[in-house]
């Protein structure tokens, strides 16, 4: 883990300000797909990707790599190549993250970029143009959605929880009469952002949650406050050999430690 005290707050400055000029456009982008009737694909695991996956995602590697030639690319539309692991940054990319809403005309969806070393996020960027809000974050510099500090919200007795079902349910009796279950959110990153502007308290992720999925989105919580762990209430690396994980919990306080004891009884 990068020790980002150590860190030039200019050089952080500097990331933040081309992930954002970038997504920026890059949602702009998008935005001249969304509702248009894209083309679309499925992929392995009946997984849709649209044109305008890979427009965005053909914009992000040509601007990034141009300006940060010597880093690593990792993105969801672009066959992984290993050499990554020898750059000391990688830039990891989901150019459109909620696909399967973004082709059903909803509005929850995002363009998500960071910069990751030593398996942590440094910057991060959600561009979510159609519900017209961009979310940042520097490591050590707090979160922000348009240009306004955010934070978790302190618990309270009721409980807006998101993720599986299955999973929900098998949170302790004691726990269901308080939890306020959200309605489907397509997008994982756009999940954890409600989360980071208190709008949800907590989410379970299910297995398979890949890097370009949660590597802005996580410290973009971290920065408000939260967390997002793994099984074993761990933090997660990113850009690594291994880029997918498995079941995982977001929020804050004492519920995480509730959470985590369903995903220890998960059989995932």
Not at 4 to 11: C, L, S, W
Not at 23 to 32: D, K, L, N, P
Not at 105 to 117: F, K, L, M, Y
Not at 159 to 179: F, S, T, Y
Request: proline fraction near 4%.
């Amino acid at each position: 883990m990068p020790a980002t005290d150590n860190i030039d707050k200019a050089d952080l400055k500097a990331e933040l300000e081309l992930l954002r000029a970038a997504a920026a456009e890059a949602g702009r982008i998008a935005m001249g797909y969304f509702r248009q009737n894209p083309e679309v694909w499925l992929k392995s695991g009946n997984s849709p990707v649209s044109e305008a996956d890979y427009a965005a995602d053909h914009y992000l590697r040509e601007t990034l790599m141009a300006a940060r030639p010597d880093y690593g690319w990792l993105s969801e539309e672009t066959a992984d190549n290993l050499d990554r692991l020898s750059a000391r940054r990688t830039f990891v990319v989901d150019p459109i993250d909620g696909t399967r809403g973004f082709v059903e005309g909803r509005t929850a969806w995002c363009v998500s970029v960071a910069v990751v070393e030593d398996g942590r996020s440094l910057a991060g960027v959600l561009e979510c143009p159609a519900r017209e809000e961009t979310y940042w974050a520097v490591a050590g510099g707090g979160a922000f959605l348009n240009g306004e500090p955010i934070s978790v919200r302190d618990a309270g007795q009721r409980i807006r929880i998101a993720g599986p079902k299955p999973m929900i349910d098998r949170m302790p009796v004691e726990w269901q009469g308080r939890l306020d279950r959200e309605a489907y959110i397509p997008s994982l990153a756009y999940r954890v952002a409600m989360i980071a502007n208190g709008s949800l308290d907590a989410t379970f992720v299910k297995p398979n949650a890949h890097d370009w999925d949660i590597a802005a989105a996580e410290l973009i919580l971290t920065e408000a406050g939260g967390k997002l762990l793994d099984r074993d209430g761990g933090l997660l690396a990113f850009a690594g050999r291994n880029i997918v994980h498995g079941a995982l919990m977001a929020g804050s306080g004492a519920v995480l430690d509730v959470m985590a004891g369903v995903i220890a009884s998960h059989d995932g």
